[in-house]
């Protein structure tokens, strides 16, 4: 142990998303982990929207994670469902998966690509300099690196070390949350006021999820605190007893001012914390990760300068930015008053109709992100659908192209015209074919391009034919200058 390339502080989701994408470029990444092993303290996320199964799917293990969850339609907005079993995507669904599986799985991929893990660490201070990062361990050892990137949750000691302010809104709400065991049968069901009784995935064991009293707390929940909270919502605790845990969560909303400053960036709920209203932490998290692994890959390898980690800034800021927005209403429109449930039945009406059905559930679900790269061919600065293509050599889904995270330059159009040789040690050029119908969720069909220049994070960063003059600025811009003949 004394350095890495790059090393991530915190092995939840986002941390491991993003050291699974940096070793499959090839990049020597660390993770250093406060946790001694991956169980995950509380239940936490239950499931993945669907840009998540994609991304997943961009890497060849999308099955992984399918084969141990329910797909089902589970976006939503404040409790409104929004089906998008109609949208044009190979996972027009969500998938119900507890964040102690997700975590398992990512650890399990991880592993395969020989990522260390420094288990029961914490990073307790680090100082930059123009060449790199010390990094300091709580044995007392240390650890150099070019980068160090904050993966270390809502509390992060990362953000708060570098002085990156943290702007945002104080929390108004607390909300006590445990799996338990009652000597009497509960009152099941979701209450008016907020929260609800249920079974947890076992079928046995009871989950409550309530309101408390009070908003700010000091220290970590108690049975006692839940037994109280019980009986002020239904006059009596059911005899509650033996729980797996207790936990504790609020609807404090706040984001990092910069997700970078030098050597150091943020990630995750390190760079943004918010209710968990419509399940998107995580997935924004992931997703975070998918978008900054390739970036830092060039960066730490010298393929591009680093001023192209300010595009991690630009492109995810305004991404979290808005699913902060979108909590806070969802945690207005679930207030118990009878005003703000006539204003929920509007919305709810509202959304019942097509096109809001479809802008709203492009939100929550993921697929809707739009990276503003400027304007163009509208599948600029989307997501690459995952077309069936034909190639010489048969078909091919335009997915399998992006598992080891490499740029495609994908030809549709007559073969030959174009020579990215000055890029070829970086971007794989692909003859293909494509019959069928270019559909992007909510803006329908859009027309079919000759060539798309696809990022590794599945992006589109180019539109237009192989002769097209700003092919090679676009190819300069994303994946470096043309390599010298
Ligand atoms: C009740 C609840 C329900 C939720 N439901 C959903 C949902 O349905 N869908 C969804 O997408 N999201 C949901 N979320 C949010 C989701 O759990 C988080 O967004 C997600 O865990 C963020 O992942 P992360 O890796 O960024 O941070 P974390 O999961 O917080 O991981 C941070 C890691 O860093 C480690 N660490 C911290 N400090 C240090 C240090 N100094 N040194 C080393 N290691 C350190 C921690 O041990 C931890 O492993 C929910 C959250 C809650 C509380």
């Known amino acids: 142990m004394n350095g890495h390339a790059v090393v991530i502080a915190g092995g939840g989701p986002t941390g491991l998303m993003l050291a699974g994408e940096l070793a499959l470029a090839g990049v020597d990444a660390a993770i250093v982990e406060r946790r001694a092993s991956q169980e995950v303290d509380g239940s936490r996320a239950g499931g993945l929207h669907a840009r998540s199964i994609e991304v997943l799917d961009q890497r060849g293990i999308a099955d992984r994670f399918l084969s141990e969850g329910q797909a089902m339609q589970i976006a939503g907005f404040a409790r409104v469902p929004l089906d998008i079993s109609d949208f044009p995507t190979r996972h027009n669904y969500g998938l119900a998966l507890w964040q102690s599986h997700i975590e398992r799985l990512l650890v399990g991929w991880v592993g395969e690509l020989g990522v260390p893990i420094y288990r029961g660490h914490e990073v307790t201070g680090f100082a930059q300099d123009d060449t790199g990062v010390d990094v300091a361990l709580s044995d007392g050892r240390s650890l150099r690196a070019a980068y160090l990137v904050g993966c270390d949750g809502g509390r992060s000691l990362i953000r708060k070390a570098v002085g990156i302010a943290f702007p945002g809104w104080n929390p108004s709400g607390s909300w006590i949350i445990a799996e338990v065991e009652m000597e009497e049968e509960p009152e099941f069901g979701i209450r008016r006021e907020g929260g609800g009784i249920g079974r947890a995935s076992d079928g046995v064991r009871i989950r409550v999820v309530l309101t408390e009293q009070v908003t700010e707390h000091t220290s970590e929940p108690t049975l006692q605190d839940l037994s109280e909270a019980l009986i002020v919502a239904y006059g009596t605790d059911w005899g509650v007893h033996s729980p797996t845990w207790i936990s504790r969560f609020t609807d404090m909303t706040r984001q990092a001012a910069s997700y970078r400053e030098g050597r150091v960036l943020l990630a995750g709920d390190a760079a943004h914390v918010h209710p968990p209203q419509g399940g998107q932490g995580l997935n924004l998290g992931v997703q975070d990760a998918v978008n900054l692994g390739w970036k830092l890959a060039q960066v730490v390898k010298g393929v591009s300068p680093d001023s192209l980690l300010d595009t991690y800034h630009a492109e995810r800021h305004p991404v979290a930015a808005r699913v902060l927005r979108n909590t806070m209403a969802q945690t207005a429109l679930l207030r118990p008053d009878d005003r703000i449930e006539a ?37 600029l600065g989307r997501r690459m659908p995952d077309l069936d293509l034909v190639t010489a050599n048969g078909p091919l889904r335009v997915y399998t192209l992006l598992h080891d995270a490499r740029p495609v330059l994908l030809n549709l159009g007559a073969p030959g015209g174009c020579d990215i040789t000055p890029w070829a040690d970086r971007v794989r050029l692909i003859d293909a074919k494509y019959a069928g119908v270019w559909e992007l969720p909510v803006l329908g069909a859009v027309t079919a391009p000759t060539a798309v220049l696809i990022r590794p994070d599945g992006y589109v960063a180019c539109v237009g034919d192989l002769t097209r003059p700003g092919l090679a600025d676009a190819l300069t811009t994303w994946f470096g200058p043309p390599t010298a003949a």
């Open 343 to 379: 204003a929920r039945d509007i919305i709810s009406e509202l959304l019942g109709m097509d096109e809001p059905r479809k802008r709203f559930a492009a939100m929550m679900s993921g697929l809707g992100i739009h990276y503003d790269l400027g304007e163009g061919h509208p599948l």
